[in-house]
């Protein structure tokens, strides 16, 4: 995969469909490449995320924030921003954090 478009000096990495055991260790690749710049993830296509690729994009966020880079999650699918929740991750989408799913 590669970034879709760099504006303003953040970088928009799209997500693919899938987020399965497979596509772990292709997104870690991806995305320590992008480390040093601000990077915004684009889950608007996330159909279905796994518990290792959703380890994957934490760590991201975690060594985006200790280089004092901006790191977000942009347009987030329902299945998505789902997937995030029922995995105990709702920090990623400050939007969901306090919010039930219905």
């Known amino acids: 995969m590669i970034p ?3 504006a303003g000096g953040a970088t928009t990495f799209a997500l693919p469909p899938v987020l399965d055991l497979n596509a772990a260790s ?3 690749d991806d ?3 992008l480390r ?25 966020r975690a060594s985006w924030e200790a280089d004092g ?4 999650v ?17 920090s990623l ?4 954090e306090g919010a039930a799913l219905a």
Not at 38 to 60: K, N
Not at 69 to 72: E, G
Not at 74 to 90: I, R
């Open 69 to 72: 880079q901006p790191f977000a």
């Open 31 to 33: 995305l320590l490449a």
């Open 36 to 60: 040093g710049h601000p990077l915004t993830l684009d889950a608007s296509a996330v159909d279905r995320i796994g518990a290792l690729c959703l380890q994957v994009i934490l760590a991201a």
């Open 4 to 6: 879709d478009c760099t």
């Open 26 to 28: 292709p997104l870690r």
């Open 74 to 90: 942009a347009e987030p699918s329902s299945k998505f921003a789902e997937c995030v929740s029922l995995l105990g991750a709702s």
């Open 93 to 96: 989408l400050p939007s969901l």
